[in-house]
């Protein structure tokens, strides 16, 4: 059997290292992929920090999304052929993740890549992009049930409603200040480095607060914004700080959407935390990911969603954990990390 080399994740709280991994056949409905550009993204650091569902044995490879190739194609198969670029979000299981140079895919929630993206642009989407279209969009429980601006009736829907999404400057944060100008959300309020204010602005960003501000500044600033009261907030960041700002912000019965399953205690007034899991792999967020995924392939060619600026760390696989700990040291900003698997040392 062929093999590739894949980062290995020996255990909790052990180092990564980078050995051979065998290269997997496509099941029916399945893709092999080449892979290109792999991003990286915080839960892979908080992934090797402690135990989470979403590694159930090890070792383990990691590794949420990647761009590249068709190399083969499952049986039952028919909208991709080999060659084709491609762009995708991994998921549970080592032959799914991208961390190494081949990975398989779902055929059905793999989206082409237009002529005017990079494969390294391309790596930098779908983990960005999917939790806020999940947590606002998809059908109760998974999601708020709002109408996605994809679908009929639903761009502009929410015109005139205001939103915070704290962390605006995250690959989170940035898509998720799109979806919701699509959506009409306005005001739309984020908290980010105030030099930052440019791009978020660029984004749909109607206001840009210093993320600096204690919650109680922060709560004056929005008031001063819009007298509506604020509903919906979503939390990028989603660390206890983000989300105890974000729920004093929120009036009594509005929903604080977050990104990890680790919540601040909730004190009443009716709020809601809703811990999103961004994937359209589980069976109930399927059929939306499957809607989703060409009309992402039309926005980014039509330039409708803006891709975040991104770094290429050095070093193939390799260079994984020193990027892994710039994520975790809060050092990366306004910008998404790629590597290139095959420039594997």
Not at 27 to 37: A, K, N, Q, T
Not at 133 to 161: C, F, I, S
């Amino acid at each position: 059997m062929s093999t590739q080399q894949a980062l290995w994740l020996p255990g909790i709280g052990q180092d990564f290292v980078v050995g051979p991994r065998e290269i997997d056949a496509p099941g029916p409905g399945e893709l092999l992929v080449r892979i290109v550009s792999s991003g990286l993204n915080p839960l892979d650091w908080k992934l090797q920090d402690k135990p989470f569902i979403y590694v159930q044995s090890f070792p383990a490879v990691v590794g949420e999304e990647a761009a590249g190739t068709v190399e083969a194609i499952g049986d039952g198969v028919t909208d991709f052929k080999d060659g084709d670029r491609v762009f995708f979000q991994g998921h549970i299981g080592n032959r799914l993740c991208t961390f190494q140079q081949y990975c398989i895919v779902n055929a059905d929630l793999v989206a082409k890549i237009p002529e005017n993206i990079s494969f390294d642009q391309a790596a930098s989407v779908q983990v960005g992009i999917i939790p806020f279209a999940v947590g606002l969009y998809a059908q109760q429980p998974e999601g708020l049930a709002h109408l996605a601006p994809w679908e009929e009736g639903g761009k502009d829907k929410y015109a005139g409603r205001p939103i915070v999404i704290m962390g605006g400057t995250s690959s989170l944060g940035q898509y998720a200040i799109q979806l919701a100008r699509l959506s009409g959300f306005s005001p739309i309020i984020t908290t980010a480095s105030l030099h930052n204010a440019e791009l978020l602005s660029s984004l749909g960003a109607t206001h840009v607060l210093d993320r600096r501000l204690s919650t109680t500044a922060l709560k004056d600033a929005v008031a001063k914004i819009t007298s509506a009261p604020i509903t919906l907030a979503f939390d990028a960041i989603s660390l206890p700080d983000t989300q105890q700002s974000a729920l004093d912000i929120i009036t009594g019965g509005g929903t604080l959407i977050i990104v990890s399953a680790q919540m601040v205690e909730n004190k009443g007034d009716g709020k809601v935390i809703h811990a999103v899991f961004g994937s359209f792999h589980p069976l109930p967020n399927r059929e939306m990911g499957k809607r989703f995924m060409p009309v992402l392939t039309q926005w980014l060619a039509e330039g409708t969603i803006k891709l975040n600026t991104v770094e290429v760390i050095p070093g193939g696989l390799n260079g994984i954990p020193s990027g892994l700990q710039r994520l975790k040291n809060n050092l990366v900003s306004g910008r998404k990390l790629v590597v290139h698997p095959w420039e594997t040392a």
